[in-house]
């Protein structure tokens, strides 16, 4: 166990509809990173937040967003669902500094399905 | 960008046998890290081991062991004495230093079974 939690486990939308998942860090860990991994893939990088801020993002559409909150907790929000929206989404917290690097707990990750 | 490349979709072996799994990356960047993670049917992502491209030694944990090739751009793990538990998903993946703003680059991974 990391002491990452994400919730829900599992989600099923329709197209066009918007959700909301949620990642629950680890204690003291400052930054989150959000990760999309579609079945048989490796998971691909959609953005991390530092301290409340987004500072970096992968090749994801602006209808991908995020919010990161004092408390540790995080959201990743999906406008305007698309079917190749299906997969896996892992959140992971870790605790950064400018210039180091340090590892990073995944959570369990939210199978999300649009049909 | 990155890429990991992972030529190995899936490899069997018997319990307590020793297999090596096979990873190949691209970048321009001289500092960076290499991690090998673990991913079992709980979907959990684990962290096996660890390198620093700055670092000659090939990193080691039990019974995990890298061999690093930094001019080649190859990173593969072996695991010595496999054992049931070890049966996984296991993912190479890629991070630039100075932070992670630009996240981790994974491979599309490698299914490996044990069998007893």
């Known amino acids: 166990e990391t002491g990452v939690t994400q919730s829900p486990t599992h989600l099923i939308k329709t197209r066009g509809q918007q959700v909301t998942l949620r990642c629950s860090s680890q204690?003291?860990?400052?930054?989150v990173s959000w990760y999309q991994q579609a079945l048989g893939q490796g998971p691909q990088f959609i953005f991390q937040?530092?301290?409340?801020?987004?500072?970096g993002r992968g090749n994801f559409p602006p209808r991908f967003s995020g919010l990161q909150f004092p408390n540790y907790s995080s959201e990743l929000n999906v406008n305007a669902l698309e079917l190749d929206d299906s997969a896996l989404y892992l959140c992971?917290?870790?605790?950064?500094?400018?210039?180091?690097?340090?590892?990073?707990?995944f959570g369990p990750g939210t199978r999300l399905t649009v049909l | 960008a990155q890429t990991v490349t992972q030529s190995q979709p899936e490899m069997s072996v018997q319990e307590a046998e020793t297999v090596t799994l096979s990873c190949t990356y691209d970048?321009?960047?001289?500092?960076?890290?290499l991690f090998w993670y673990k991913q079992p049917p709980s979907r959990q992502m684990i962290l096996v081991i660890r390198?620093?491209?700055?670092?000659?030694q090939n990193a080691t944990e039990n019974r995990f062991s890298v061999n690093f090739q930094k001019a080649a751009k190859s990173f593969s793990l072996k695991i010595s004495d496999s054992q049931l538990g070890d049966t996984a998903m296991y993912f190479c993946?890629?991070?630039?230093?100075?932070?992670?703003?630009?996240?981790?680059?994974f491979g599309k991974g490698t299914h490996l079974i044990i069998q007893p």
């Open positions: 992971a917290s870790s605790l950064e500094g400018e210039w180091t690097y340090n590892e990073q707990f």
């Open positions: 204690s003291g860990h400052n930054t």
């Open positions: 937040y530092y301290r409340e801020e987004e500072n």
């Open positions: 970048t321009s960047e001289s500092n960076y890290y």
């Open positions: 390198q620093e491209a700055y670092k000659q």
């Open positions: 993946a890629f991070a630039n230093s100075g932070g992670g703003a630009d996240g981790l680059t």
